[in-house]
């Protein structure tokens, strides 16, 4: 009979703080370096010990036992304050009635909906660069996701108007301060009235306010209007409808988890294009034979494999999310380890993602391992960009349809230099993005489409 082991405690606390200094510093590098240690390995987080599962499979079943490990943990909590019950933290039977009430909204034919206005937005923005006059690529490819995301869920006609500019700057602030405090073991600097803290409070009630109006404005003519909004406010579980309150933590959600990775993605892709021009020539031949110079469309993307697998590799190398948690719902085993119940559990993507005993060369870019014969070495749970089991993000499908059109959509028209002397760097935040990325487009196409 194998033996049930307690898990040990990694090296390197130090007394009251535990390894919280190591993960806010250095978070990406401390958790990576737990992979060569055991499968499951305690970390402490002030006086919380917190069960980090380094093993993908393990990880795996871990996703795919929701039962017992569900959500919670010291991440999941403090982002608690934020989403309230929305999809990406609620659990149990709450979560499977709202997934199942927002499945619709997400439908193939919603997406290709979606699709048409990705396009159009694509069309719009890349067709006003010019030839050779700098673009802060980082910042477009906010407004463009922010842009997507704001007209999916809130129809055009629908007598509602959002400041995208300044819920754009509100939606950055409340994720720079959500990282400052989920590294706040204790949550005392949370409270202190600092000029980080005031502006988090009113970034926080200006995401809010324009929610909760927009939500009334819908609630007071209840209409399909093709959009998100719509979906939400419409859909009915038996005679029952969601509250306010909570179609208001599913928006905040959307919105928050949503237009930054995508935007982050989409900047580090144009990075690693420019800065490996093997890819770049590959990804403009696979332009130019399927778009012939026009913006992608919902239409071009079976075509489209190359600029997936760009897409797929973008995800892996500059992971959209350090850590993430669970909770013990009981007392359990998992790989031979006994984890207490009411545990705090968590896990990297970015980890599994950089494990050279997981991927080839973890630091290189290379696409070509998301080739479909390649990319099935790849063990199971060591590449999860969506997360697994019920928990899956309810918005991938939208989200690979926006990153690959537009991506392909840039391709087609525009090569992109990098500025001399601008390297680009991770910011040290809940998602990664990147500092500043300033560069140059080349036209490449006649405009025709």
């Known amino acids: 009979m194998t033996d049930v082991l307690t898990p040990a405690i990694a090296p390197g606390a130090v007394p009251v703080l535990g390894h919280a200094l190591l993960m806010k510093r250095a978070p990406r590098e401390f958790l990576l370096s737990l992979q060569g240690t055991d499968p499951v390995i305690g970390i402490r987080l002030g006086r919380q010990t917190v069960y980090v599962i380094n093993d993908p499979g393990l990880i795996r079943s871990a996703l795919r036992d929701p039962d017992t ?14 989403f309230g019950n929305g999809l990406g933290i609620s659990d149990g039977e709450l979560h499977r009635r709202q997934r199942a009430l927002m499945q619709p909204a997400f439908s193939h034919s919603r997406i290709v909906g979606y699709a048409a206005q990705i396009t159009e937005q694509a069309r719009a923005r890349f067709g006003g660069w010019q030839d050779g006059v700098e673009v802060a690529v980082h910042q477009e490819m906010a407004d463009l996701a922010l842009t997507n995301l704001t007209r999916a869920m809130f129809a055009a006609d629908g007598g509602v108007e959002v400041d995208a500019d300044r819920f754009r700057e509100a939606t950055a602030t409340v994720l720079n301060g959500l990282y400052r405090r989920v590294m706040d073991p204790t949550g005392v600097l949370a409270r202190l009235p600092t000029p980080a803290n005031r502006r988090y409070r009113a970034a926080e009630s200006h995401l809010r306010g324009v929610i909760d109006g927009v939500v ?17 406010m419409l859909a009915r579980d038996g005679q029952a409808t969601m509250s306010d309150r909570q179609v208001h933590d599913e928006v905040m959600t959307i919105f928050i988890a949503g237009a930054e990775s995508i935007a982050n993605t989409l900047a580090w892709a144009c990075h690693e294009v420019a800065a490996h021009p093997e890819v770049e020539a590959r990804l403009c031949a696979e332009a130019d034979r399927v778009l012939a110079g026009r913006a992608a469309e919902y239409i071009d993307l079976a075509s489209l494999g190359y600029t997936k697998q760009v897409i797929s590799e973008t995800l892996r190398l500059r992971t959209q999310g350090w850590a993430l948690s669970r909770t013990t719902t009981r007392q359990t085993t998992i790989g031979g380890y006994r984890i207490p119940a009411d545990a705090a559990i968590m896990y990297s993507p970015h980890a599994l993602n950089h494990n050279p005993a997981l991927h080839r060369d973890p630091g290189v870019f290379n696409p070509d391992r998301w080739e ?19 928990h899956t993000c309810i918005g991938e499908p939208f989200a690979l349809t926006e990153m690959t059109l537009t991506l392909a959509s840039i391709a087609s028209r525009w090569r992109l230099e990098p500025v001399p002397g601008h390297t680009p760097r991770p910011k040290v935040a809940l998602t990664m993005p990147v500092d500043a990325l300033p560069m140059i487009p080349r036209r490449r196409f006649p405009a025709t489409g």
């Open 69 to 82: 490990f569900g959500k919670g943990g010291p991440i999941t909590e403090r982002f608690r304050a934020m």
């Open 216 to 232: 009334a404005a819908y609630r007071a003519a209840p209409e399909d209007r093709g959009d998100l909004l719509s979906i939400l």
């Open 372 to 390: 479909v014969g390649v990319a099935r070495a790849v063990p199971r749970g060591a590449y999860i960009p969506f997360g697994t089991g019920n």
